[in-house]
């Protein structure tokens, strides 16, 4: 039997994805940018075993078996053991070629509520594809593999500041993740996440948005008009470490994104009032400074990602516990965490 245990970092859009033009291979209407976040706190492990003894391929996710047979675990699965097998015929390691006649049980785990809009599907099958590729000994770029198990994973390829580029090709061969900035490149960048709750989100991102390319003519004007244009100035801020700059293009890009969402029809709402409150409390502190020292960005669901500089962090976390006290705040809670060095890594 040979074993492989392998982790993965969540990665947060602060240009975000939202919308197919290619269901199958997951093909975006536009490119996105996300922060890698440090795994040492937000991550997936998965573990796979390849053994003679196995009769069929079988997952477990956070301890409960799941339906190997779902088109992108499949998708993941066939591309790796095609770049595996073309690797034994181009004279690779003989004990491919024996692995490869074996089937696997994966077994993977979060440390943080799955399905809640903390990206656990970004982690979760970037993890899956490192994971395989070290099985199999496959190298090279993966992020095109770990974008058919779930768009937004490819960026978690990547650590730092992580661009997926949409591409144009109909095959998707050029819709690939590339690092623009290495995760040493901005030390002082701290992420905060506040849970609202860690209750599984009603409409999936898949399903979601969807229903926006059929139905919401923002989300085109979106793609079409105001990406292309934020993308750029996105990446300028983060080369210049323009903090000011960065926070207001991420807080806009995550209120468009929201607003596709109400323009959808029917409507989607992933945003609760404690988010709501959330984002008054960012524009009330912001305005107190007259500068923007922090900056909130949500996905599909309520839990707040908030972006600040390390000399903000104790203050503002402050502000946090004196807007939402300790008896009132439930399930809320809160993680303190550097941005991520996050490569991916093998063997725990
Ligand atoms: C709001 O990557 O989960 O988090 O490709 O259908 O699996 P599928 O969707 P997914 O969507 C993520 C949407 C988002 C924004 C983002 O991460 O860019």
Known sequence: MKKVTCTAPVNIAVIKYWGKRNEELILPINSSLSVTLHQDQLKTTTSVAASREFTEDRIWLNGKEENINHPRLQSCLREIRRLARKRRNDGGDENVSRILNYKVHLCSVNNFPTAAGLASSAAGYACLVYTLAKLYGVEGELSEIARQGSGSACRSMYGGFVQWVMGEKDDGKDSLAKQVEPESHWPELRVLILVATAEKKHVGSTAGMQTSVETSPLLKLRADLVVPERMEAMIESIRKKDFDAFGQLTMKDSNQFHATCLDTYPPIFYLNNVSQRVISM???????????????????????????????????????????PPETNGDQYLKGLPVGPSTLSEGL
């Open 282 to 324: 960012v524009h009330q502190y912001n305005t107190y400074y007259g500068q923007t020292k922090v900056a909130y960005s949500f996905d599909a669901g309520p839990n707040a990602v908030i972006f600040m500089l390390e000399p903000t962090v104790n203050e503002f976390v402050e502000v946090v516990k004196l807007c939402f």
